[in-house]
């Protein structure tokens, strides 16, 4: 199950769905606590009732054959303290859905704490982190208060209802021993058979608590499940219009000009943004009937005031919000994607399966291992592991995984093997040498963090051992290794000086990458042909809130002048 969520999770991007939207809480919580509890549980609660089930058959005959009106009267003590117990205990259901939502907010914040430390300690926020914990424990504890009060009263009915009719069985068979009908067994075997059928009769009256306990934990699965459903078939927003994101093969779908011959710069169009409109999913529009072409060598640089709508622009072309109009068209060639991978019906089955339509196009979702196409945060995600692990991510993260000691055969059942989906994979390049990856990091001039921590195979939390800047030069160093032919650029060298950015601007642009950066930097206008300026849009204006300029000297020298 926990396999099965997880591919769930992960697919169609509904992760960063659930956490961008704050759909529901703690999807982490779901997947390992509620998991585990909902396995147990269900088995414990399947060999109950399998014993009660053969216990009730067994004693039941005995039981009738002694003093058929005792077990009439049993039957009817056991719906009444079923009904009974149900009525005290209906809240606990909720209050046990609370608890488990209260404790992992407040497990969330402490983790948070741990992510954040250092941010926390320069800001001196200890007392603020404090009162913010406190606040969230005591929520949960005040919670916790309820339950227990809940399952006190629970409880005593529980109790009573148990021993309250103990005496029944022998003081009914008694007089039946006294006139010499029985024999003085049968009175034990009737108060023995008595107490099993109880037992088998008020299963839910002794079982309730944890009964309430597992039907929360059905609902916060059953909540999130209904979540990952729905994100197969449609997006989480159901935008009324959305953004269309399509791969065109630029082999399988030529346009000749009018004499026949292939036109020269058909084969350099790598991206074609069309009547594009973006818009937040509270329906603010941020850019408005955006169209332009990348060609290869073709740099653009985005600029804009903060809140224009820049950093959404590249959510919209990694297909992360799609909520707006327009189409945006990726130009890849064949090679990339196998023919193997189009299923003979034209059907989807599976997130990063390709299919060419009748006009060439190859309409997936997109895949952040794309070869083609490279996206690269302002601050690069550090992944848990050794370094080697973090220059091959994303192309060759599961490469990195099984060579590791840790991923050796441990005699694993199959279900916790990784996935490999046959006829599915994208081609990669071939995988980078040892050498290759200490040339990457001496290309973004990070030779030196070698001897700093050993070899490629060392562990580390790198997100706290590397500083920013750091961190973003070893993004670019898997960009160099990725080799892809677009990379856009979130104000990825925000925390380099001036020197080491035109480095790496020189470096990707020597390995033949064209790309789309977003900054703020007037350096950034050196390394870029074309100069794409959002401003923020007007409510109630339908005019378009941007422009496209080419980047020449003048262009240069007036913005070094502002």
Known sequence: MTRYYMERYLKNQTFYKIQSQSIIDNPDQRIVDDLSSFTGTALSFSLILFNSAVDLISFSNILYGI???????????????????????????????????????????????????????????????????????????????????????????????????????????????FSGKIEFGVINQSVSAFNHIL????????????????????????????????????????????????????????????????????????????????????????????????????????????????????????????????????YVDDGQYPQSSISSDGDLPEANTIIHDTHGELKRHINRNSRGIFFLPQRPYMVLGTLRQQLLYPMWAEDAVANSDSAKPTGLLPFLMRAQISGNEIEKPIKPTNDDLIKALEDVRLGYILSRFGSLDSTCEWSSVLSLGEQQRLAFARLLLSKPKLVLLDESTSALDEANEAHLYQQIGAAGITYISIGHRRTLYDYHNRNLSISTTE????????????????????KLKL
């Not at 404090?130 to 629970?154: D, G, K, V, Y």
């Open 199 to 330: 037992g088998d009769f008020s299963l839910i009256v002794y079982q309730f608590q944890s009964i309430s306990a597992f039907s929360a934990v059905i609902d916060r699965l059953g909540e999130f499940d209904d979540i990952l459903d729905s994100s197969s078939t449609k997006s989480l927003s159901d935008p009324s219009e959305e953004i269309c994101l399509v791969y065109n093969s630029v082999s399988s779908s030529p346009v000749l000009e009018s004499n026949g011959s292939m036109p020269k710069d058909k084969y350099k169009k790598l991206l074609d943004i069309e009547n594009l409109t973006l818009r937040t999913p509270s329906k603010a529009t941020l850019v408005r009937d955006l169209s332009l072409v990348i060609n290869e060598k073709d740099h653009l640089l985005v600029t804009g005031p903060s809140g224009s709508g820049k950093t959404s622009l590249l959510r919209a072309l990694a297909g992360l919000w799609s909520t707006g109009r327009g189409r945006v068209t990726f």
């Open 67 to 177: 003093y058929p009106p005792l077990f009439i009267i049993l039957l009817v003590y056991s719906i009444g303290g079923t009904a009974l117990s149900v009525f005290l205990g209906k809240g606990l259901v909720t209050l046990n859905f609370l608890q488990e939502k209260k404790e992992a907010d407040f497990r969330y914040g402490l983790v948070r704490v741990r992510e954040n430390a250092e941010s926390i300690a320069f800001y001196g926020g200890e007392d603020n982190e404090m009162q913010l914990l406190l606040q969230r424990f005591r929520s949960a504890f005040e919670n916790l208060t309820q339950l227990l009060i809940s399952s006190r009263n629970l409880e005593f009915f529980t109790s009573g209802y148990r021993y309250l009719i103990q005496i029944l069985p022998a003081a009914v068979v008694a007089p039946m021993y």
């Open 539 to 558: 409510p109630n204006s339908t005019e378009r809130n941007w422009h496209i300029e080419l980047i020449n000297r003048d262009t240069v020298y007036n």
